[in-house]
C-alpha cells in the first residue's frame, strides 16, 4: 500500500540557516510527489511536485526538493530560512490512477529570530 | 481567479447532533475531494468526486458520513450522528481532471465536537 513517512514531527532553525525536511514513500511504481505547506488558519499550498525528468525540483519561495529513488526519498530544502517559513509542511504521493494524494504526517517549522 | 470556498468556517456541534459542510470548488475543475484533517495528523482523504460521480470513498465512514456533489459543481459532506472522534478540520479540494494534477484547497471548516 502506498504511504509517506515523514520522521520529524518538529524542527527548529534559525533565520538565515539552511533547512531540510525529510520524506519517504512506499509507492510500488514511479511516484507523483508533492510539498505542500499550510499556515495557521490556512488550507494547503503547493510548494512543488515532482512527475519524471530532473531529480532536483524547484518550487516556490525559495524551496526545492530531490527525488533519489534508491532511498526512495524526496527531500525539501530551502538554503536560507525566513521567519515567515514557519508553517506545517506535507509530503505526498500520488496514489494509483485517480488523482487523489495520500499524505504523510507533517512537520512544523519553527524559526527563531 | 477565485479560490475553493467553503463553510462554515468553524462549527461546535454535540455528539449525536447533524452538521453540513459546504464546498465550492474552482469553475471549471472536474475532480472534487473532501479530507478529514485531525490535529497533529496529515490530511486522509474521505471521498472523492469526478464530475458527480464518487471515485473512491473507501475512507469514508458511510455509517455516519455521507456527501454530494450536486450537478458536477458544488458539494456538501454530512455526518449524523457526530461523534467525539469526528472533531477535525474538513478540508475541501478541486483539481482539473487526471492523475497529477495539483490540488488547490480550501481554508477548511474546523469541527468540534463536544
Known amino acids: 500500500a502506498q504511504s509517506v513517512t515523514q520522521p520529524d514531527i518538529h524542527i527548529t532553525v534559525s533565520e538565515g540557516a539552511s533547512l531540510e525536511l525529510r520524506c519517504n514513500y512506499s509507492?510500488?511504481?514511479?511516484?507523483?510527489l508533492f510539498w505542500y505547506v499550510q499556515s495557521p488558519g490556512q488550507g494547503l499550498q503547493l510548494l512543488l511536485k515532482?512527475?519524471?525528468?530532473?531529480?532536483l525540483v524547484q518550487g516556490i519561495k525559495g524551496f526545492e526538493a530531490e527525488f533519489k529513488r534508491s532511498q526512495s526519498s524526496f527531500n525539501l530544502r530551502k538554503p536560507s530560512v525566513h521567519w515567515s517559513d514557519a508553517a506545517e509542511y506535507f509530503c505526498?504521493?500520488?496514489?494509483?490512477?485517480?488523482?487523489?494524494?495520500?499524505f504523510g504526517q507533517g512537520t512544523t517549522l519553527q524559526v527563531k529570530p | 481567479e477565485a479560490g475553493v470556498a467553503q463553510s462554515p468556517r468553524y462549527k461546535i456541534i454535540e455528539k449525536r447532533q447533524s452538521v453540513a459542510f459546504w464546498c465550492n470548488p474552482i469553475s471549471g475543475h472536474a475532480t472534487l475531494y473532501w479530507y478529514q484533517q485531525i490535529l497533529g495528523q496529515g490530511p486522509k482523504l474521505l471521498i472523492q468526486f469526478q464530475n458527480n460521480g464518487v471515485v473512491d470513498d473507501s475512507q469514508l465512514p458511510k455509517d455516519r458520513f455521507s456527501a454530494e456533489r450536486l450537478k458536477g459543481v458544488d458539494s456538501t459532506l454530512k455526518i449524523q450522528p457526530a461523534k467525539l472522534e469526528d472533531s477535525a478540520v474538513y478540508l475541501c479540494a478541486s483539481s482539473l481532471a487526471g492523475v497529477g494534477e495539483k490540488l488547490f484547497f480550501g481554508s477548511g471548516t474546523q469541527l468540534s465536537v463536544l
Open positions: 505526498a504521493v500520488g496514489a494509483g490512477n485517480t488523482g487523489k494524494l495520500i
Open positions: 509507492y510500488g511504481a514511479t511516484p507523483y
Open positions: 515532482y512527475f519524471s525528468g530532473d531529480t
